[in-house]
């Protein structure tokens, strides 16, 4: 069996700050616009086009698409109003059809709590859906929207990812805060990151950190 080539974001220096990508890895990005989620999707897809892999799109929120229709790309239109058990039914089929070694994004899953009216059936789908995607040795992004759900939601999902990214905006440039890294480097877990291109550099300088945490509306962030 030919051995599938590494998996990346697709930016090399987030590769570097979350110790690589390994096979299994679900990979959770908390942002405040959907365009925050598409910035780190597309280099993901980019690369995965690249590297000749199977890439698997599940759209279903009303958001702009995320993934363009390319080579590799398999995208499966799903409908969240058909409710809880015939979502994840339909999502697993896919899955197990698609078999080990695949790369997935999935819309935003904040459009699943809003659809089902429950913080708790989104937990429950994360929790009934990731294992199996380690299981199988796939790479997986999901977005969800930061502050708009429950504990019933996030405490499920940060519970079972291997990564829970933190993403957000503040004059003009991205930053990331990892707040779970499974069996990796723990000297990033609540570091800020900013990007600059391709890098991402830790923000350790306190007046650098001084500003952000006067002007950001990221109650977590200034608590730790």
């Given amino acids: 069996m030919q051995q599938q080539p590494r998996a990346t974001t697709g930016l090399p220096g987030l590769d570097a700050v979350l110790s690589g990508i390994e ?6 990005w908390e942002v405040d616009a959907i365009a925050d989620y598409q910035e780190f999707v597309t280099p993901y897809v980019a690369a995965a086009q690249r590297a000749g892999r199977r890439l698997v799109y599940f759209r279903f929120a009303s958001h702009p698409a995320l993934v363009s229709p390319g080579a590799g790309v398999e995208q499966h239109d799903l409908d969240a109003t058909c409710g809880f058990e015939a979502f994840v039914r339909n999502v697993h089929a896919v899955i197990e059809t698609a078999g080990p070694g695949t790369l997935y994004v999935f819309d935003c ?4 709590a809003e659809t089902w009216g429950s913080d ?3 937990g429950n789908f994360f929790q ?5 995607l380690l299981d199988l040795e796939t790479v997986t992004y999901f977005g969800i929207y ?3 759900h429950s504990a019933y939601a996030v405490e499920p999902i940060r519970g079972t990812t291997q990564f829970m ?11 990331v805060r990892p707040v ?3 069996y990796r480097s723990l000297d990033v877990m609540n570091t800020l990151h900013v990007r600059s291109a391709d890098l991402f550099r830790a923000v350790k300088e306190s007046a650098v950190l001084a500003p952000i945490l006067s002007h950001t509306q990221w109650p977590r962030l200034q608590s730790d």
Avoid: A, M, W
């Fill in 23 to 28: 096979p299994g890895d679900n990979i959770v």
């Fill in 109 to 112: 899953l904040s459009h699943l």
């Fill in 120 to 122: 708790q059936s989104l």
């Fill in 128 to 132: 009934l859906t990731c294992p199996r």
């Fill in 146 to 148: 930061r502050d708009r």
């Fill in 165 to 175: 990214l933190d993403v957000f905006r503040l004059e003009g440039r991205l930053y």
């Fill in 180 to 182: 779970k890294v499974q």
